[in-house]
């Protein structure tokens, strides 16, 4: 199973980045999205540094927040290329 470890860290990648930027865009910051979601906000900022695994319902509670839709990133995308997103 090692082989889908990259794909992991690239979806993740591409989320948290994503996510980042529109916390960006609602000027939202890692402390307020931490209060919102009810998580410490080092938690957080570990989380989107991969010093540790982010829960799952804290992925869907931080969409909720971000007003996002969850969504399913295909396996071919290259995380370099991120025209499928609109970061508006």
């Known amino acids: 199973m090692s082989k ?3 794909s ?4 993740m990648e591409i989320t948290f980045k994503y996510m980042e930027k529109i916390m960006e865009s ?3 910051s890692t402390a307020k999205l ?3 979601i009810g998580v410490n906000r080092s938690t957080l900022t570990r989380n989107f ?3 540790t695994k982010m829960e799952l319902e804290n992925y869907f509670k931080i969409c909720g927040a971000l ?3 969850p969504d399913l990133i ?3 995308m290259d995380k370099n ?3 499928f997103m609109h970061f508006n």
Do not use: T
């Not at 992991?8 to 979806?11: D, I, K, L, T, V």
């Open 34 to 36: 931490a209060k919102l």
């Open 4 to 6: 889908y470890n990259q």
């Open 74 to 76: 295909p396996a071919d």
């Open 81 to 83: 290329d991120m025209n």
């Open 67 to 69: 007003e996002l839709i």
């Open 26 to 28: 609602k000027g939202i």
């Open 49 to 51: 540094k991969f010093e």
């Open 8 to 11: 992991a860290r690239s979806g």
